[in-house]
């Protein structure tokens, strides 16, 4: 499979001339991510460019459903040691993502977050919170929390594999952007023994913030080895079915709520 069109077309919400735009209604996803170190051998653009490729996959199996242009840089200040890293801070991707989504359901859409980038998750928790507190009904998820099971089926060890720049990220890129993945930077072996454990499908109700740096000098977690496109082409399907799933449950369940 070649690389998702990321060029401006009907699938795109500001494609449409804003007279257009006022008659419209619907489900909007906003691509959230970041712009990071991914190790050595993956670029910094993983995170959003995977979350943009998901959210046009969705709408590309439901028209109705369209997308917002990404915000494109996330929370990212624990991976700051790292060069091309370039972080808002949280109070700042708060306000982005709110400004966003309320001007969205001003023109009556549903917006709905589908997110790209760990870092972001407690940050668009509180922004959901804030915008509901001022009477907006929004959402968000990650798309990889949606396909645990998936990777766990997928992938050699996915509990052992995937944190950052890992098994499952290197995999999806290799599948959609192969151009972009350096194949011989792939480091070999896993993560560092550290605690409370980094992985991306760890159980621990702990965490503590700190820097990538600290936890391995390749800025990795998990086990990028293990990445093969066709593996990549799999979870590629799997991220697109649960965030279709996800949208329309939230689309018929809270959009005219």
């Known amino acids: 499979m070649s ?3 990321f060029a401006p077309g009907p699938g795109r919400l500001a494609w449409s001339p804003s007279p257009e735009l006022g008659k419209a209604r619907g489900a909007v996803l906003v691509p959230t991510g970041a712009v990071e170190q991914h190790g050595p051998h993956l670029a910094t653009g993983v995170d959003i460019w995977l979350a943009t490729a998901v959210a046009l996959g969705v709408s590309g199996r439901d028209p109705s459903i369209r997308v917002a242009e990404p915000i494109s840089y996330g929370s990212s200040a624990h991976h700051l ?7 808002l801070r949280p109070s700042t991707f708060i306000a982005i993502v ?8 001003r023109d009556g859409f549903f917006p709905i977050v589908l997110n ?3 870092g972001n998750r407690g940050a668009l928790q509180v922004a959901v919170s804030e915008l509901g507190a001022d009477g907006v009904r929004s ?3 990650s798309y990889f929390d949606l396909i645990r099971e998936d990777a766990a089926a997928i992938l050699p060890d996915a509990d052992q594999g995937c944190g950052h720049a890992c098994a499952l990220e290197t995999s999806l890129m290799l599948h959609l952007f192969p151009g972009s993945a350096r194949a011989e930077a792939i480091p070999a072996g896993g993560t560092p023994s550290c605690w409370p454990d980094p992985h991306l499908y760890s159980p621990s109700p702990i965490t503590v913030w700190r820097g990538f ?4 000098p390749t800025g990795v977690i998990g086990r990028p080895s293990d990445a093969t ?4 082409a799999k979870l590629y399907e799997a991220a697109v079915t649960r965030s279709l799933e996800a949208v329309l449950r939230l689309r018929d369940g809270f959009a005219a709520a």
Do not use: K, M, Q, Y
């Not at 709110?98 to 359901?105: E, G, Q």
């Not at 496109?229 to 990549?232: L, S, Y």
């Open 3 to 5: 690389s998702p069109l």
């Open 81 to 87: 040691a790292f060069p091309g890293t370039i972080s």
């Open 98 to 105: 709110v400004d966003v989504c309320r001007s969205l359901a």
């Open 116 to 118: 790209g980038h760990g």
């Open 139 to 141: 959402a968000a998820f």
């Open 213 to 216: 740096e600290e936890i391995n």
């Open 229 to 232: 496109a066709e593996a990549g």
